[in-house]
């Protein structure tokens, strides 16, 4: 187990590498990344970066020298063609690179419109990369009109920013509302007033219909009523795919990602993976997170288990957004709720705590910290307090934790 080589340079991967050092492994550690950038953490790259309140620098997940002190070889800018499993190398351009030890940490790609309806134009973004936001940048300025296609997360903190940067915001969801995949009416319905608030135009139920330009730059949209907008910019954010192209050329088991079994292991001895590109046991099922924390703890779990701990990784799902002054958390995972407690802490602070019967699956929190960190605890526990007292706003929640 000489050498590590990890493909993809994203979150899992610095969390992997740091670990196996962290761990005591002294062997060769090689990280080839796309991008030609350091790792860097994606999270602010929508809100705190696009609105200039952060620097290139403080993206960064380590700085430079840290991997030159730790011995990590980095092959960034650099795309990686093909794995031979049983040769255990890899195709680099006209290289090859061998391993002994691979993980793919090859996380996920966001969907784009079709060509067909305009999504080749110029000014029409997704938002993952730097350099995404780094084109995005100088054309989301004050009194711009952007259209934002689709209200999950990622288009509505795409909105929330644009807002603030005093562009006139409209955003199309084609479902009947938005957040309708990942969070229930209540939620939906904070999120809608919040930017109704703050001047984003929503259209619920009113999909895209296409995309026009002139000179191959985008100038209009028409929606699914008729209507058309005129634009100067548009932002997608449909989903995302995790990126499986590498693994599934080299043979490996897909489902709904890279399938790796509960220690984190592919279908090809010696290949591991973690991250967002992933599927792993839980439950009587699978399950695939796109989130932060998952790719860090599933990542250092792998590290620990190319070393040999045989540690099954166990999920404890956790999210975030932050939209204008709201910090929304969420702990578990709401599927298969049948309803929704409300509790009003005071100050603006708000959750919902989604039950099933009477077991707690999950919660929604607004700028409340503390029943994001006391519902999060009880849901990683098993345990689920009466709905009566979590409704009461005179319970004092720490006590649920007796």
Known sequence: MSHVAVVGAGQAAASLIAELRKRGFDGDITLFGAEPALPYQRPPLSKAYLLGEMDLERLYLRPDHWYEDNRISLRLGQHVDAIDVAGKTLTVGDETVAWDQLVLTTGSTPRHLPAAIGGDLENVFVVRTLSDVDAMAPEATSGKKVLIVGGGYIGLEAAAVCAKRDMNVTLVEAAPRILGRVASPETADYFRELHSSNGVNLREGIGLARLNGVDGKVTSAELADGTTLDVDLVIVGVGIHPTTGLAESAGITLDNGIAVDAQGRTSAPNIWAAGDCTSFPHGEGRMRLESVPNAIDQAECVARNILGAEEAYVAKPWFWSDQYDVK???????????????????????????????????????????????????????????PDAVANPETNLKMLLK
């Not at 969420?330 to 019967?357: E, H, M, P, Q, V």
């Open 328 to 386: 929304l958390q969420i702990a578990g995972l709401n599927a298969g709720y049948d309803r929704i407690i409300t509790r009003d802490s005071g100050d603006g602070a708000k959750s919902f705590w989604y039950y099933a019967g009477k077991t707690l699956l999950a919660l929604d929190a607004m700028n409340d910290a503390k029943a994001f960190m006391v519902a999060k605890r009880l849901i990683e526990a098993g345990r689920s307090p009466a």
